[in-house]
């Protein structure tokens, strides 16, 4: 039997000896390799150079720069919207910044589509404000002016409320005494504005009560509001006091706070529910409180108020009784009484009652040749208290022909908005009498101050502006009726006439007599005047 040990060893192939030498090669050049790109790296990061960008790092560094984008679009809208909108009157809204859509009444006389237009707010029925985009540069801001009506607030004393972004407004009552409004939930465009909806400021001490989404909220002080359709609606107090009534109960909350009902019904912005529990506001109220107005960017800028303090607050503001002093002088005594009737979270209304005993008797000759002269202190030629020396011959009530004069009363000028004077003129003949002229007398206390606008229960008839007065219309210097007046009083019936400025009356530093005549086309006229301090 053989040895094995006498067999040579067998030989390996050259074949596979060639590959392994391959694979170390290939193994020690990519070693080589690391360590280059090692010492590579390392002295780009020293040098200050990191060439790796994970995705968090991206995406921090995008939204850093997106929220920056966002904030030159939001300070260009206010900076537009102040700019645009800072002359606003009274009961009016102006067009802030793009992009607004409005639906007007079908008696509105002026556009609202492009930035600086200002329509009253009675002309307005529903808008809608675009949400911010920055790509086409929209932030949508409509900004109104209503008068502040609870009781401590000044006469000609204003509301502010602006709605911005994606949020729609349905004015039902004409007034924006009551309104529904929707803000559309989204994705958040911006931190800066983390919400949309509508902000409210008050001048200090004053106050408004409206009805919003069905519930009565009364405020007296800033708030932002927000409301999603079958969500909820959200009011947060920034400053000063307020009361919300939804579903017949009552919530008080102060600055500070933040209060809530249920949205429901047809519409989806009804208010279905009682108000929540008062609680703290939230950073995005805050942050979107900074961006509208400037301030409240932290809540140590505020004056916390708690609920307790917010009702004794409010109701001291609402059981304050007001008194309104005018005293009318014109060759006659008119004692006006304010009797408001202030129930407690009722709008306030101040009815003058005019003990007003006019003598007028008719001169069947009038003659209504004016001689114009335009001066500080016009000469008025003609005064309510007539002295005729001849006989009226018309009869005292004849069902037809000639209405007598002694039957068509005015209840005297008063104040009916911060801008505006009116005047209820009673016929009561039976046959109708048909306005000829009128005559006005006011001042010129700013070179802005115009008369503007005549309305005759509630219908246009002159729109020419006049900016001089005294005011003769119809007239050369001060133009004619509008184009389809209605310029009639029928029988046994009353029309309110409404004289229209363009300034408030509250700009005035001197106390001024307000007069107007009205002459009818059977000759006879009626006055009134009013002593604005």
């Not at 509508?198 to 519930?215: C, E, H, K, R, W």
Request: aromatic share 6%.
């Amino acid at each position: 039997m053989d040895n094995f040990d006498s067999y040579p060893s067998p030989r390996r192939s050259s074949s596979r000896r060639k590959r392994q030498e391959s694979l170390f090669i290939l193994l020690l050049g990519g070693f080589l390799s690391f360590i280059c790109v090692a010492i590579t790296g390392v002295a780009l990061y020293v040098g200050g150079f990191n060439p790796f960008l994970f995705p968090s790092n991206l995406t921090a560094t995008a939204v850093s720069q997106k929220n920056a984008s966002c904030q030159v679009l939001i300070n260009r809208a206010i900076e537009a919207s102040d700019s645009y909108c800072g002359a606003t009157g009274s009961n009016n809204v102006c067009y802030g910044n793009t992009t607004i859509r409005a639906e007007l009444a079908p008696n509105a006389t002026k556009r609202f589509s492009e930035r600086g237009d200002i329509v009253a707010v009675n002309e307005l029925r529903r808008l809608s404000a675009a949400p911010l985009n920055l790509q086409n540069n929209e932030w949508g801001i409509a900004v109104f002016k209503v008068i502040a009506n609870l009781p401590r607030s000044l006469p000609g004393e204003t509301v502010t409320l602006i709605v911005f972004g994606n949020t729609t407004l349905d004015n039902t009552s004409g007034t924006l005494e009551s309104f529904y409004f929707s803000s559309e939930l989204g994705q958040i465009t911006c931190q800066a504005v983390p919400f949309d909806g509508l902000m409210i400021t008050s001048p200090d001490g004053t106050g408004i009560q409206i009805n919003v989404n069905g519930a009565e909220l009364t405020l007296m002080g800033n708030a932002s509001l927000k409301a999603i359709k079958n969500g909820r609606m959200e009011v947060s107090l920034l400053s000063g006091s307020g009361r919300i009534v939804s579903n017949g109960q009552e919530q008080y909350f102060g600055a500070g706070q933040t209060v809530s009902v249920g949205l429901g019904g047809e519409n989806g912005v009804q208010s279905i529910s009682g108000p929540s529990a008062p609680e703290p506001l939230t950073q995005q109220e805050l942050s979107t409180a900074c961006s509208v107005t400037g301030h409240y960017c932290s809540s140590s800028e505020m004056i916390p108020i708690s609920a307790a303090e917010a009702q004794q607050q409010l109701q001291a503001q609402i059981t304050l009784t007001p008194t309104l002093i005018l005293t009318p002088t014109l060759t006659r005594t008119l004692t006006p009484s304010v009797t408001p009737t202030n129930t407690t979270f009722v709008l306030p209304s101040w009815t003058p009652r005019w003990t007003d005993t006019p003598t007028i008797t008719l001169t069947p000759t009038v003659t209504l040749t004016r001689t114009r002269t335009r001066t500080p202190t016009p000469t008025i030629t003609r005064t309510p208290t007539r002295t005729s020396t001849a006989t009226a011959t018309v009869p005292t009530n004849t069902p037809t022909g000639t209405p007598s004069c002694g039957l068509i009363t005015s209840n005297g000028l008063t104040i009916s908005n911060p801008n505006e004077l009116t005047m209820d003129i009673t016929n009561n003949n039976q046959a109708t009498i048909t306005i000829a002229s009128i005559h006005a007398v006011w001042e010129k206390f700013l070179s802005s101050q115009l008369l503007t606008q005549i309305l005759l229960g509630g219908g246009t008839i002159w729109e020419q502006t006049d900016p001089q007065p005294p005011s003769d219309i119809p007239s050369q210097d001060d133009g004619d009726w509008k184009n389809g007046a209605d310029l009639t009083i029928p029988g046994l019936n009353s029309r309110n006439l409404v004289i229209q400025f363009q300034e408030p009356f509250n700009l005035n530093p001197n106390s001024f007599d307000y007069q107007v005549s009205v002459t009818f086309d059977n000759a006879c006229q009626v006055s009134g005047s009013i002593t604005i301090p």
